[in-house]
């Protein structure tokens, strides 16, 4: 194993620590390159310490949706606003699953649908 090797086997080894397991998968695209996935505060960060880990894109989409949910407001009960922005944070989550679902649903009936070719 030369140098380079084992300088890249020590990035992968940290990067599963910081995802906690050994086969991460992005969850809600299912990329599963070490190199390309995070941990997502599902509530946002400071909100709630609830990750799930997530590919970068995925990240950037999820956490550009969280600056659309609402703002805290001082006067406000912290314990409940934290709980909303959670389901908030989930909801985004689910939708971006349920799109990817009809996607594959609508492929696999296009790819069942007879070509013609058949004799």
């Given at each position: 194993m030369t140098d380079s090797d084992?300088?890249?086997?020590?990035r992968k080894q940290r990067r599963l620590e910081q995802l906690g397991t050994n086969e991460p998968?992005?969850?809600?695209?299912?990329e599963g390159d070490w190199r390309c996935l995070e941990l997502h505060h599902v509530a946002d960060f400071g909100c709630d310490e609830t990750t799930v880990i997530v590919c970068r894109n995925?990240?950037?989409r999820r956490s550009d949706?969280?600056?659309?949910?609402p703002a805290f407001d001082p006067n406000a009960d912290a314990s409940l606003h934290a709980i909303g922005r959670?389901?908030?944070?989930?909801?985004?989550?689910?939708?971006?699953?349920?799109?990817r679902l009809?996607?594959?649903?609508r492929a696999l009936?296009?790819?069942?649908?007879?070509?013609g070719d058949a004799i």
């Open positions: 084992f300088a890249r086997e020590r998968k992005c969850a809600t695209c299912g995925c990240h950037r949706e969280q600056k659309d949910h959670f389901l908030l944070g989930l909801a985004d989550m689910l939708r971006a699953i349920i799109d009809y996607e594959f649903g009936i296009e790819r069942a649908a007879p070509t």
